[in-house]
């Protein structure tokens, strides 16, 4: 699930940072607290901007040369995007993880790097706030090197290549109380629903 609360705005007037921004990873980023104030881009961010800077590079290579971009499925249970069945209240107060479909490649551990495709939405009122289906491009990201919000960063370990897992993330593992605006309103719970499609 790249994890989370902060602005292109800020990323774009840090030095030097401009030139990272054309990987997908570092551009749907996170910052792993919701007390963090980091110049990251989010999964989740609907900025058109970002949208189209994470567009524009589509793959990542890990430093040993190998790609960690893969493509969806024509066939089989991650052929499609998910439906997220709306979860009744109250919202759980600790992360929740699901196994819908489980894999049977590799399995995605943390330093890993991993290609996901995903859908997001909010528990309270099942609005979808950001999916890589809508891109057409799957998610590329490492685990455990703070590209993506604590949720992600703890619900995709163990998950195995082929698998699909739902993930429920309170706010103090996502955004939260700063939220993530305009899609993420603050302490918002989040439900992820989660394919993975490769790990190395």
């Not at 910052?31 to 800077?53: W, Y």
């Not at 994470?54 to 190998?66: C, E, Y």
């Not at 909010?122 to 455990?144: A, V």
Request: include cysteine; proline fraction near 10%.
């Amino acid at each position: 699930m790249t994890k989370f609360d902060a602005h292109f705005s800020n990323l774009r007037g840090r030095a030097g940072i401009a030139a990272a921004a054309l990987s997908a990873a570092a551009l749907i980023a996170g910052c792993g607290s919701s007390s963090s104030s980091t110049g990251t881009i989010t999964v989740g961010n609907e900025n058109p901007s970002d949208a189209a800077l994470v567009t524009s590079s589509p793959s990542k290579t890990t430093p040993t040369g190998t790609s960690t971009t893969a493509t969806t499925p024509t066939t089989g249970p991650l052929a499609t995007k998910p439906v997220i069945q709306p979860l009744p209240p109250p919202p759980p107060k600790k992360l929740v993880i699901k196994d819908l479909v489980v894999g049977t490649g590799a399995e995605a551990k943390t330093g890993s790097a991993v290609t996901v495709n995903y859908v997001g939405q909010l528990y309270s009122n099942g609005k979808e706030f950001d999916s890589s289906w809508k891109r057409n491009q799957p998610f590329p990201f490492t685990i455990g090197t703070g590209q993506v919000i604590t949720g992600w960063e703890k619900g995709v370990p163990g998950m195995k290549v082929g698998g699909r897992r739902e993930l429920v993330i309170p706010p103090n593992e996502a955004y939260g109380v700063k939220g993530s605006p305009p899609s993420i309103p603050p302490n918002a719970t989040l439900v992820f629903v989660i394919d993975l499609l490769a790990s190395h």
